[in-house]
Nanobody, 126 residues
Framework: QLRLVESGGGFVQPGDSLRLSCTISGFTFGMDYYAIGWFRQAPGKEREGISYITTEDNTANYAESVKGRFTTSRDNAKNTAYLEMRDLKLEDSAVYFC?????????????????WGQGTQVTVSS
């Protein structure tokens, strides 16, 4: 079983930027085989998929709510994935989670992912 640890959350103002990291351990064959997804959950709302990055050419896809503002990347040598967030809005406040999908294809559905981190809080407030 994998262990995923998110970091980099914090309290920021609207328009600010933030970079989240997801460090993963416990691989048998390496991070190369896993797609990494990013999800978030705001109070009283369902968890939503916002981004993922595949193993095929590191293709990244985004939900409409973050497209153009968020960028996901990965460094397999460091077993780490990143979520760069810019132009943060009040509605981006949530707990952010990373997750690993073992077939490398990714997707925005939670059911695709087998291993999850505990989350990191991002609060956007003026």
């Amino acid at each position: 079983q994998l262990r995923l640890v998110e970091s980099g959350g914090g309290f920021v103002q609207p328009g600010d930027s933030l970079r989240l990291s997801c460090t993963i351990s416990g691989f048998t064959f390496g991070m190369d085989y896993y797609a990494i997804g990013w999800f978030r959950q705001a109070p009283g709302k369902e968890r939503e998929g916002i981004s993922y990055i595949t193993t095929e050419d590191n293709t990244a896809n985004y939900a409409e709510s973050v497209k153009g503002r968020f960028t996901t990347s990965r460094d397999n040598a460091k077993n780490t994935a990143y979520l760069e967030m810019r132009d943060l809005k009040l509605e981006d406040s949530a707990v952010y989670f990373c997750a690993a999908e073992p077939h490398g294809l990714g997707g925005l559905g939670m059911e695709l992912y087998t291993d999850w981190g505990q989350g990191t809080q991002v609060t956007v407030s003026s």
